[in-house]
């Protein structure tokens, strides 16, 4: 499997993340393709995607339901998706509303193999965690996401299964050499 680069340059400015323990799962069917939803969430006119998260894109990655995965903006800057975990997490939507429907299983497969390579890169025991599924991870207390008609429980097992013990030295230098996107410009 491979990451299909699409960060585009944006006029939104993200800080760089100085720890990365944490990847917080989402779900997102705002778009269909990784383009227009980098637009909906730069749209920020009020109730607009981006009216939330002004003006950025929340996610670092997102997975279509055809198994592609998509590099929304480099790894090394945070995203505004949910709230204290942006300073110290890699953050990953997939278009799925699996509050009513699971994952597909081609896309399931991409979730375990993007989480577990970026688990390889920053040592093994990053924390996989639903984006509301600990308290207060959103400023909305009735969001649900990603939802229960997939299992975390068995995502991360198989995650954790799936993560070679490789002893990566430089994380981003790594990933940058397996095609991840690293810093705009
Ligand atoms: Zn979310």
């Given at each position: 499997?491979?990451?299909?680069?699409?960060?585009?340059?944006?006029k939104a400015t993200y800080k760089e993340r100085k720890l990365t323990n944490t990847i917080v799962l989402h779900r997102c069917t705002v778009a269909k393709t990784p383009g227009d939803l980098v637009k909906a969430f730069a749209d920020t006119t009020k109730f607009a995607a981006g009216f939330y998260t002004g003006g950025k894109t929340p996610y670092h990655f997102w997975i279509q339901e055809n198994g592609q995965i998509g590099q929304l903006v480099p790894l090394a800057y945070n995203?505004?998706?949910?709230?204290q975990y942006n300073a110290r997490s890699i953050q990953i939507a997939w278009e799925r509303d699996t509050r009513k429907v699971p994952l597909k299983a081609i896309q399931r497969d991409a979730v375990i193999w993007l989480c577990a390579t970026l688990n390889e890169a920053f040592g093994g025991n990053l924390k996989i965690v639903g984006h509301t599924e600990e308290a207060a991870a959103s400023t909305d207390p009735n969001k649900v996401?990603?939802?229960?008609?997939?299992?975390?429980?068995?995502?991360r097992q198989d995650i954790v299964a799936s993560t070679d013990d490789i002893h990566v030295l430089n994380p981003y230098t790594w990933l940058k050499n397996h095609g991840f996107e690293i810093k705009y410009g």
């Open positions: 499997m491979d990451v299909w680069n699409c960060c585009p340059l944006t995203v505004p998706g949910a709230v996401c990603p939802g229960n008609k997939t299992s975390l429980t068995r995502l």
